[in-house]
């Protein structure tokens, strides 16, 4: 995407410029996520927020609210809720996946159980709901009590989805928004609110979240097939042994013949797999032109959140944000 080496790693370059604030969120987190009574709390959740992941998501409530001209720390408190949030949803993810592995690391439940992850990520959601209310602005709480409930949903969603071949298009981008781009929108939205910006730059922020959170999720599902286990922190093909259906099966479907659409019920709906499934999986993919096709749809979504930055005033950090949507793509490369 004529990205050069100062651009291929744009999170970096925004992360530098909102390293001071960044630090005081690490450290709010640090402080929020202890507990006198049940020591077991920081334990868990420090091996998730400590598993190095890149902050994408409480960078951009820091990088909204900078853009917009906010001067003041609830920026802060919004950031690091947006953070406890993501990391609550992922401890519950890990149980209803039945993962083992996360970002290269043992997951919670499988270093404790799946009772000290589920309870864990209620207790970040209550810390998120309690920063939150610190800011006092009764739109900000509507906003992400609403992104919680969307995320929710999305989840339960995708497991009343799951496994079904029948999933539509139109319903896989439901899912999406929902366990995705609903905190990615949010985040965004929050930090244009609480500086008081126009209206019509709130929309814009909200937007570029969405579109931003869609690319990135369509991106994960095509890393899935195609991506290196170093970088994406998981081997490749996990989405097809959970028999998860994603964009790039979705689109293979739509162009398969008998024997493929017999293979995919027998893998997919049955679960039952074999040698070489994988293999057949990934020809078949790439036969019917799926991963191009789901290529193609990220591109699109990166486009529709670069395009969203328009209506918002020239400045460094729109800049970084245009950056940053085409290294959500450039993550394929």
Known sequence: MGLDDAATKPHEALAAHLAA?????????????????????????????????????????????????????????????????????????????????????????????????????DYLFARAFQLMVETESLRVLDILSDAAAT???????????????????ALYLQVVR???????????????VIAGAPERRIAALHDYGDALG?????????????????????NVGDDFRERKVTLPVI????????????????????????????????????ARGALDATRAAAIAWVAEARGALGVLPAHPVRDMLDHLADYVFARLT
């Open 151 to 169: 995320i929710a949903e999305g989840e339960v969603l995708q497991l009343s989805t799951a496994r079904d071949l029948a999933t539509t298009e």
């Open 21 to 121: 604030k960044l630090g005081d969120v690490d450290a709010l987190i640090r402080a929020r996520m202890a507990s006198r009574h049940a020591p077991r709390i920081p334990e868990v959740t420090a091996h998730l927020v400590e598993a190095g992941g890149k902050r994408l998501r409480p960078m951009l409530t820091l990088a909204a609210a900078d853009l917009c001209g906010y001067a003041g720390d609830h920026d802060v408190r919004l950031a690091a809720t947006v953070e406890f949030i993501h990391t609550a949803t992922l401890l519950h993810d890990d149980v209803v996946d039945e993962s083992a592995s996360r970002r290269g690391r043992p997951t919670a439940n499988l270093l404790w159980d799946n009772k000290s992850s589920v309870l864990v990520g």
């Open 251 to 286: 689109r293979a479907m739509a162009q398969a013949d008998e024997g493929e659409r017999a293979f995919w019920r027998r893998t997919i709906e049955k679960g039952d797999q074999q040698d070489g499934d994988l293999d057949r999986a990934l020809d078949i993919l790439h």
């Open 178 to 192: 929902g366990k995705t781009a609903a905190l990615f929108s949010a985040a965004t939205q929050v930090g244009g």
């Open 214 to 234: 869609i690319a990135f999720q369509i991106v994960d599902d095509l890393l899935d097939y195609q991506g290196d286990a170093k970088s994406t922190g998981k």
